[in-house]
């Protein structure tokens, strides 16, 4: 199973390459593509060119200039291909619901139907709408079951011939109307194509060579991640390392079933692959290093805090009520600190100070902000002694003040808090510890 994503898919050039990589290896039976994503920094995506059509037909504003852009990108793609298919028949029905109201995930999702026809006509494989296979209830939630049997019906039990491109980043609720999944989401359909048709691997390929183990605007030349599990991803992507979807990892992890992130544009290069455990190496070594800034800590300190039943609860429950999760709540027997991300508290914060204030009666209550979260994660972490001191003692000697520890229970995970002006410097120095 195979899913390639908007940058795999962007022009003829990119079409090739990917026909070479499916053709080479008879397992990848299952495609899914992306939307044709951009050609160059400055290029656009169609996904975002079809929102923008949308966009205008809601405003009641001609959209054909607009359209005339999507139109273009395609027919040259099936020219360059020199294809046969009749790509313009579809384009002008597309334009036509679009100008009669069609929805917004109607709309947004034709960028990834439209590949998928070209794609499949390119390969020689069967090409089988997502809306036949991936399902919505009538609330628009995903679906599984419904979605598992219809893949069992159309994929499975009857074994094709040929192989089967389904477009990614959609699927139909039950009145048939489509739905998108959010952003991104054509991994997320590559995922559940991969859980009903029980892959072997999961191959997600894009324009990275997988995970690097820090930021490489931060650190020139970071290594490779070669195995990471979707624990340790959870936690570094949570930080801010995004190549795929969040919600990608959940469809194939109760099966097993690896994710490969490979690399369209160095085919030779193994990528990362991503796995439900791997208990095997490592010890003492760290997968990755992820982080981000701005954040604010609410600093609160009360004597006899350990004792007073339900002060934590309270604190909390007033970010609660104000819409606001946190981070992370590191605390002392009388101190408590709850890191909060500050997109989430703007605006809201001196409401929250004086809620916590009346509610919980701390001695002190200070918001500190300016704050970056660096995680240093690894599955060898676990029980191993003295990650922790070589983490500390890598910041240390670059004279980085932390703010701030927090060991996830998992052992797999440090976080530590830096003043934001010490990010990049901090994480330097632990890369450099771990290299
Ligand atoms: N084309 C969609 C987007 O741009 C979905 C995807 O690429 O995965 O978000």
């Known amino acids: 199973m195979a899913k390639f994503g908007g940058s795999s898919l962007a022009n003829a050039e990119q ?31 169609i996904t975002d060119l079809f929102y923008l059509c949308h966009a205008h037909v809601q405003q009641k504003i001609p959209f054909n200039d607009v359209y005339r852009l999507i139109e273009e990108r395609y027919l040259g793609i099936v020219k360059d291909l020199e294809l046969e298919l009749d790509i313009e028949k579809y384009l002008k029905e597309v334009k036509e619901n679009i100008t009669n109201g069609a929805s917004a995930d109607y709309t947004a ?46 994929l499975v039990k009857e074994s094709r011939e040929k192989g089967v491109v389904i477009p990614g980043f959609y699927g139909a609720m ?38 690097l183990m820090t930021d490489p605007r931060i650190v020139e030349n970071p290594k490779p991640i070669a195995k990471i599990t979707y624990k340790e991803l959870r936690e570094l992507s949570y930080m801010g390392a995004s ?23 160095k085919p030779e290069d193994d990528g990362t692959l991503i796995v439900g455990e791997n208990k095997s190496d490592s010890i003492g070594a760290i997968t990755g290093i992820a982080g981000r800034k701005n954040f604010t800590v609410l600093a609160i300190e009360k004597t006899l805090m350990n004792s007073e039943i339900g002060f934590g609860r309270r604190v909390l429950s007033v970010l609660e009520s104000h819409g606001v999760s946190y981070e992370n709540t590191p605390s002392g027997i009388d101190t408590m600190s709850v890191i909060v991300d500050d997109v989430q508290i703007k605006g809201k914060l ?7 204030k009346r509610t919980c009666n701390p001695d002190s209550l200070q918001a500190i902000p300016n704050m970056a979260l660096i995680a240093t994660v690894g599955r060898g972490m676990a029980q191993t002694v003295g990650v922790a001191a070589r983490i ?19 052992e797999m995970n440090i976080i530590v808090g830096v003043e934001n002006h010490e990010f990049e410097k901090a994480i330097r120095a632990i890369y450099r510890e771990f290299e």
Not at 18 to 44: F, H, M, Q, T, W
């Open 15 to 45: 079409f090739n390459k990917v026909k070479n990589i499916v053709l080479e290896d008879k397992s990848r039976k299952y495609v899914v593509p992306s939307a044709p994503g951009k050609r160059c920094s400055e290029d656009y995506k």
């Open 109 to 154: 999702s034709r960028g990834e139907y439209l590949n998928g026809l070209i794609l499949a006509d390119f390969l020689g494989f069967d090409f089988v709408d997502a809306c036949e296979l991936i399902k919505f209830d009538e609330s628009g939630y995903y679906d599984s079951e419904t979605t598992d049997k219809a893949i069992y019906q159309v």
């Open 174 to 211: 039950p009145d048939d109307e489509i739905k998108t999944f959010t952003r991104s989401g054509s991994d997320v359909s590559g995922s559940i194509i991969a859980h009903g048709v029980k892959a072997d691997l999961y191959e997600n390929w894009t324009d990275v060579s997988g995970f």
């Open 243 to 265: 190549v795929l979807h969040e919600d990608a990892v959940f469809p194939v992890l109760e099966d097993g079933i690896p994710i490969n992130i490979r690399n369209t544009n």
């Open 350 to 356: 001196d409401k929250i100070i004086k809620e916590i």
């Open 392 to 410: 500390f003692g890598a910041l240390a000697k670059e004279s980085v003040n932390i703010r701030m520890i927090d060991q996830g229970s998992s």
